[in-house]
Antibody, heavy 119, light 110 residues
């Protein structure tokens, strides 16, 4: 079964660092882009950026450039989002989603990771 | 404020046909394809329509997509209670150099 498994919920204080992960299984991880999508409480979907696990080439949304770092370890079939210093406004559900190279659509989604930032 | 505009809500009764629209411009819908996602309450989004009018395997043919100029539409026929969800359109935006999502339409089955 093709699936993306995401790391568990996180509770952090402002200023903490944070890394969340997304592990792919059931397919060739390096052959698909991994996208990250933010959903703030009660709000819509926002694209953060994507990474090509084969060479770690990244494309960031201008809205998220400089605020997060995307990375991937193809040997572990895992992609990551890193925050060096989280803020209360980072409180959201973060989804990873796969994109086939020949499409723009996100065909498989992870279940999401809930991040809560509160003092 | 999203560059893709969707009505915040839509509704219909079981068996009806409803249409959800997504309005953009020549930086996004006008020059590329549109994808649609369904998000059931408390769940992750799911791909419903890709490349404007293609259904992934497993998506019923009650769901269909189309595009005209800078607007796209998602049509749902034979409405069912299970269709109650949020629906999002998405497209690449050349001006933003980013994937743009519509604000989402909450579909209520009366």
């Amino acid at each position: 079964e093709v699936q993306l498994v995401q790391s568990g919920a996180e509770v952090k204080k402002p200023g903490d660092s944070l890394t969340i992960s997304c592990k792919g299984s059931g397919y060739s991880f390096s052959n698909y882009w991994i996208n990250w999508v933010r959903q703030m409480p009660g709000k819509g979907l926002e694209w953060m950026g994507k990474i090509d696990p084969s060479d770690s080439e990244t494309t960031y949304s201008p809205s998220f450039q400089g605020h997060v770092t995307l990375s991937a370890d193809k040997s572990l079939s895992t992609a990551y989002v890193l925050w060096s210093s989280v803020k209360a406004s980072d409180t959201a559900i973060y989804y990873c989603a796969r994109t086939p190279r020949y499409l723009t659509a996100f065909d498989i989604w992870g279940p999401g990771t809930m991040v809560t930032v509160s003092s | 404020q999203s560059v893709l505009t969707q009505s915040p809500s839509a509704s219909g009764t079981p068996g009806q046909r409803v249409t959800i629209s997504c309005s953009g411009d020549y930086s996004n819908i006008g020059i590329g394809t549109v994808n649609w996602y369904q998000q059931l309450p408390g769940a992750a989004p799911k791909l419903l329509i890709y490349s404007t009018n293609q259904r992934p395997s497993g998506v019923p043919d009650r769901f269909s997509g189309s595009k005209s100029g800078t607007s796209a539409s998602l049509a749902i026929s034979g409405l069912q209670s299970d269709d109650e969800a949020d629906y999002y359109c998405a497209a690449w935006d050349d001006s933003l150099s980013a994937v743009a999502f519509g604000g989402g339409t909450k579909l209520t089955v009366l």
